[in-house]
T-cell receptor
Framework: DGGITQSPKYLFRKEGQNVTLSCEQNLNHDAMYWYRQDPGQGLRLIYYSQIVNDFQKGDIAEGYSVSREKKESFPLTVTSAQKNPTAFYLC????????????FGSGTRLTVV | QKEVEQNSGPLSVPEGAIASLNCTYSDRGSQSFFWYRQYSGKSPELIMFIYSNGDKEDGRFTAQLNKASQYVSLLIRDSQPSDSATYLCANRGAGGTSYGKLTFGQGTILTVHP
């Protein structure tokens, strides 16, 4: 079955540590997105990518980095510069241009310890 | 002004009643609108989308869009306890640079009590 796989489901980060969240899709979608969700809040866009080897900053990109070396993969690195990284991270994809909704992964819950 | 704003919750309705969720948006060029349901600790799932003015019905769900008033709503008829969740409104803006990017509201928590 096609879908988006995020891993790990839970992740713990120590102060000053970089961590990478994985997002893989087998839907042949062109566009991929990373959102952050804090308790009681909606989704805020971190980064998005329309095609391989290209990506754009979203509304809250500071302290995060991404890469898009393959169409299927869009990993997110939470760097030590992100001072408040504890949140629920969601990866999503769409076929591309047009009136499509998102397909979401199951999310990664990141906690700073 | 937030780009997408939802009626503040939480909203509590009795089982069998109609739940009404509302959303306003600021981008007049928005082309499409989506309603997602999110259970606690889970990722959002798409339940309705609407592009044209008027009503769109799917089972117990009806989405209503009024572009002149920049308003979109979701009605849930015969509400069930299993409908208890956070409902997220989202829109896709106009223009080529948006490339499918959705902007989400802050969500409305719905509780359906027996």
């Amino acid at each position: 079955d096609g879908g988006i796989t995020q891993s790990p489901k839970y992740l713990f980060r120590k102060e000053g540590q970089n961590v990478t969240l994985s997002c893989e899709q087998n839907l042949n979608h062109d566009a991929m997105y990373w959102y952050r969700q804090d308790p009681g809040q909606g989704l805020r866009l971190i980064y998005y990518s329309q095609i391989v080897n290209d990506f754009q900053k979203g509304d809250i990109a500071e302290g995060y980095s991404v890469s898009r070396e393959k169409k299927e993969s869009f990993p997110l690195t939470v760097t030590s510069a992100q001072k408040n990284p504890t949140a629920f991270y969601l990866c999503a994809s769409t076929p591309g241009r047009g009136n499509y909704g998102y397909t979401f992964g199951s999310g990664t819950r990141l906690t700073v310890v | 002004q937030k780009e997408v704003e939802q009626n503040s919750g939480p909203l509590s309705v009795p089982e069998g009643a109609i739940a009404s969720l509302n959303c306003t948006y600021s981008d007049r060029g928005s082309q499409s609108f989506f309603w997602y349901r999110q259970y606690s600790g889970k990722s959002p799932e798409l339940i309705m989308f609407i592009y044209s003015n008027g009503d769109k019905e799917d089972g117990r769900f009806t989405a209503q869009l009024n572009k002149a008033s920049q308003y979109v709503s979701l009605l849930i008829r015969d509400s069930q306890p299993s409908d208890s969740a956070t409902y997220l409104c989202a829109n896709r803006g106009a223009g080529g640079t948006s490339y499918g990017k959705l902007t989400f509201g802050q969500g409305t928590i719905l509780t359906v009590h027996p």
